[in-house]
């Protein structure tokens, strides 16, 4: 298997986000979590979840209930707001008045601690199972004067076309997902396969440029966010 294909995998397993302040408990869940077909990310408190929300997309979210801070519950409700994504909570409280109290802020489901990890895995198959499934869509970016699309690897511009890399494919994918916002070098490495390295992926920026803009050293449409990554200005033709 190659190293594009091993990436793929990875993309393809349900994303899960992971917030507990028990180092022990939130390592722990990952670690199985990673082991049984997820690919978790962890956050110690609400407030680095919603950080890591703002650069990654997940499939559902393990909150602890009793955090310092901000709350799980209160988190749900405050992500109800704005989001549909699936929340399972989790608690030491297993009285009723608790487990209403949870559902009642929009969590999906329940757990009570402590808990075997297997039924953990279970609920979020089953939350998971529940969510409507997303039309497909052939969905092709506009970047510039290129067209992209993200089942060829290639830019195209009317006759002319310029090849990408299997890197590069990926670092579009991941672009394209969430245009006109910024994802992390952390967040671009992780899907692209590479190196989490500062340098590795600013390399492969770089190249990616090279293709896509008329002057890379003066970039307009992947544009660098100091302190913070890449965005790329993206204009979605749904075909």
């Known amino acids: 298997m190659t190293q594009a294909q091993k990436t793929q995998d990875l993309q393809d397993?349900?994303?899960?986000?992971?917030?507990?302040?028990?180092?022990?408990?939130?390592?722990?869940?990952?670690?199985?979590?990673?082991?049984?077909?997820?690919?978790?990310?962890?956050?110690?408190?609400?407030?680095?979840?919603k950080e890591i929300m703002q650069i990654g997309l997940f499939d559902a979210l393990v909150l602890d209930v009793m955090m310092p801070g901000q709350d799980g519950r209160s988190l749900t409700k405050e992500l109800r707001a704005?989001?549909?994504?699936?929340?399972?909570?989790?608690?030491?409280?297993?009285?009723?008045?608790?487990?209403?109290?949870?559902?009642q802020s929009g969590a999906d489901d329940y757990l009570t601690k402590p808990f075997d990890p297997r039924e953990l895995v279970l609920r979020l198959q089953a939350i998971l199972r529940r969510r409507p499934q997303e039309k497909s869509i052939s969905k092709k970016y506009r970047i510039g004067r290129w067209i992209y699309d993200p089942q060829v690897p290639e830019l195209v511009d009317g006759a002319e076309s310029v090849r990408l890399t299997d890197v590069e494919v990926n670092l579009l994918k991941a672009l394209t997902r969430r245009p006109d916002m910024v994802l992390s070098r952390e967040e671009l490495a992780l899907q692209s396969g590479v190196d989490a390295g500062e340098r590795t992926i600013d390399v492969q920026v770089t190249r990616l440029r090279r293709k896509l803009e008329e002057d890379s050293k003066v970039p307009r449409y992947l544009q660098t966010v100091r302190g913070k990554g890449y965005l790329l200005r993206a204009e979605e033709v749904v075909s």
């Open 82 to 103: 704005k989001s549909d994504v699936p929340v399972l909570l989790l608690t030491a409280m297993g009285e009723v008045e608790d487990r209403v109290g949870g559902l």
């Open 13 to 49: 397993l349900p994303h899960i986000l992971v917030v507990d302040d028990d180092d022990r408990i939130r390592n722990l869940v990952s670690r199985y979590l990673n082991e049984h077909g997820f690919l978790s990310f962890t956050a110690a408190d609400a407030a680095e979840a």
